[in-house]
């Protein structure tokens, strides 16, 4: 194994995250700009907020020819996440009490010693008192003629309010029916009931609204729980729109240069680095599965996939620059049969390893862009997150053996993955198809082919 597949970190997918994985990344690129889409300690996503960009492309001969006639075509869908698709509305049973006003926040502590120490709301997105008056209109009806003292409560000038205590699978009805008859102004006939909420938080205004008139008070926080947030969606999305369609129009013509050569299918990836400076190219890879392939067996050999050979081209840069400041000189053993196929194959793929990586202290692939003509498999999305990408966009949607998207494969394949952002993992990204527009399609491929 050579230095540069030691460098590029997902040769082996076992490998341990390390402490500074776990943590929220910041950029370390020396212009502040690189900046991530990490997860905290606590497992949250924690997008840091990055500088505005100069929606512009450096030069780089390999790709000048394509800004006049391909610049901000075609149109960009960001994906959505599994929890987007599968858990929007997921719901849940909750007890609820009431209480004498001026009762309410002993009420609301006595409630919360319940909770294992240090723990948060669990349900921040419900509002965690309310007055009869604001209770959707079948609850109230139904609480007020339940009893006399609902009766009593639900009418005149009420000097009750109810709370939310929690999910019902959190508490003892025995223990709370104790600590709230014991509070001042409560008697005997202590109320604590179950009802349905929603789980998760709004995703906008108008879901909230529509909760609060369906189950209890609810409130949109101007966030996304399912997802990254809105607003870091569309900011990626402007940085990207203006040259997106020029560097998918790159992948495709190095897609079509490794088809053309024999050592692989119609399938190529860009990488880019942005910056308040512009956009610029850091590395390019056709497929090889076919070059050097023996058998039926190595030419389904993961790391031959363009993804993966141009995530790699990129760790041979930095190991390189890293090489030639230490006054080592940088040497490739010749081997009858590599399987990592990260050598550059194709005229393009030489130009572009010759020229020096635009971040001689970068990271891995930490904060850049991938543009790939087909969505990765799941071994290449893998790649990619343990390489720190930034931001995926990719043409053909591969519903069969696709590892970014969340959509449900066709004929029973079982759910899409949608390992761009999960909640399982210690990285996420941004990710985005882009409909084709200005640019040729490639010869098609089976779709059960893994990119």
Not at 109 to 135: F, Q, V, W, Y
Not at 193 to 215: E, K, R
Not at 304 to 328: D, P
Request: net charge neutral; proline share 7%.
């Amino acid at each position: 194994m050579t230095p540069c597949q030691l460098s590029a970190g997902v040769v082996n997918f076992s490998l341990p995250p390390t402490k500074a994985d776990m943590v929220s990344v910041v950029s370390l690129d020396p212009d502040g700009c690189a900046a991530s889409w990490g997860k905290s300690e606590d497992g949250s996503n924690n997008g840091v907020c990055e500088p505005a960009r100069r929606q512009e492309m450096l030069p780089n001969p390999l790709v000048d020819d394509l800004k006049e006639t391909h610049a901000g075509r075609g149109v960009l869908i960001p994906l959505k996440t599994t929890q987007e698709v599968r858990q929007d509305h997921v719901i849940t049973q909750a007890y609820i009490t009431r209480v004498p006003t001026k009762s309410a926040s002993i009420a609301i502590s006595a409630i919360r010693a319940l909770r294992p120490e240090g723990s948060a709301n669990p349900l921040p997105h419900l509002r965690t008192c309310a007055k009869p008056n604001d209770l959707p209109p079948h609850m109230k009806t139904q609480l007020m003629n339940d009893t006399p003292t609902g009766r009593q409560v639900h009418t005149g000038k009420s000097n009750w309010i109810y709370v939310i205590i929690g999910e019902t699978k959190d508490f003892y009805k025995e223990d709370l029916v104790r600590i709230i008859s014991e509070l001042q102004g409560m008697d005997q006939d202590v109320f604590v009931a179950s009802i349905p909420i929603p789980l998760l938080a709004p995703t906008s205004q108008t879901q909230a609204a529509m909760w609060s008139s369906q189950f209890w008070p609810t409130v949109y926080r101007k966030n996304n729980p399912l997802g990254p947030h809105p607003s870091v969606v569309e900011r990626g999305t402007d940085d990207i729109k203006k040259d997106a369609s020029v560097w998918m129009a790159l992948a495709h013509r190095v897609a079509q240069e490794a088809k053309k050569a024999g050592i692989g299918e119609a399938m190529g990836a860009v990488v880019v680095r942005r910056t308040d400076r512009g956009a610029e190219l850091v590395g390019l890879a056709g497929d090889a599965r076919r070059h050097q392939a023996p058998s039926q067996v190595f030419s389904n050999n993961p790391m031959t996939h363009c993804v993966l050979r141009a995530i790699s081209m990129v760790a041979q840069k930095l190991v390189r620059q890293e090489w030639r400041e230490g006054g080592r000189k940088l040497s490739t053993p010749d081997l009858s049969y590599d399987a990592f196929q990260d050598v550059a194959l194709l005229d393009m793929e030489r130009a572009c390893l010759a020229q020096d990586h635009p971040n001689k202290d970068g990271y891995l692939c930490h904060g850049l862009e991938l543009y790939v003509t087909h969505e990765p498999c799941v071994a290449c999305s893998m790649g990619i997150l343990h390489s720190r990408m930034g931001k995926v966009i990719f043409c053909e949607h591969m519903p069969r053996t696709g590892g970014l998207s969340s959509d449900d494969r066709p004929d029973g394949g079982g759910l899409g993955l949608g390992l761009f952002w999960r909640r399982e993992l210690n990285w996420s990204l941004l990710a985005w198809e882009w409909e084709r527009e200005g640019v040729a399609a490639l010869p098609p491929v089976d779709p059960t082919t893994h990119v």
